[in-house]
């Protein structure tokens, strides 16, 4: 395959949002990509409190209605575990949601949302205070 055509087929990202971001002509795997801006590398979160899950929703059109939700995971040994679901069923337009930290061993975790390849860097989880 020629260099030319090699750079036409599309390339899917199974890494976090920032890796992704800048990556030149990368395609991400079928889905809609919403970057995500909370949590981050120096976000923690204890288990049992209220947290906060934002997105940058500034190119939802008014009539998007994709299907939504928040999954956790912990990644022991470089494989990823999934832990638990975090919200499902919101409106993407708004930008945010919340829920309450499940109970989950301290520990480094990331969040995937609505599409495989966007995911969170990894953030603490601590225990409950």
Do not use: K
């Amino acid at each position: 395959m020629s260099r030319e055509a090699r750079s036409a087929v599309p390339a899917y990202v199974f890494c976090n949002s920032d890796a992704a971001a800048s990556l030149p002509n990368v395609s991400r795997i079928p889905g809609h990509f919403y970057p995500i801006i909370s949590p981050n590398a120096s976000t923690a979160w204890n288990v049992g409190e209220t947290a906060t899950f934002v997105w940058n929703a500034s190119t939802i059109s008014q009539d998007t209605f994709d299907p939504s939700w928040v999954d956790l995971y912990h990644s022991p040994e470089g494989f990823a575990v999934s832990v638990a679901r975090l919200a499902d069923d919101f409106d993407l337009r708004t930008g945010s949601v919340q829920f309450v930290v499940p109970n989950a061993e301290p520990g480094d975790y990331f969040v995937m949302f609505n599409a495989w390849a966007n995911s969170s860097p990894h953030f603490r989880i601590a225990a409950a205070n």
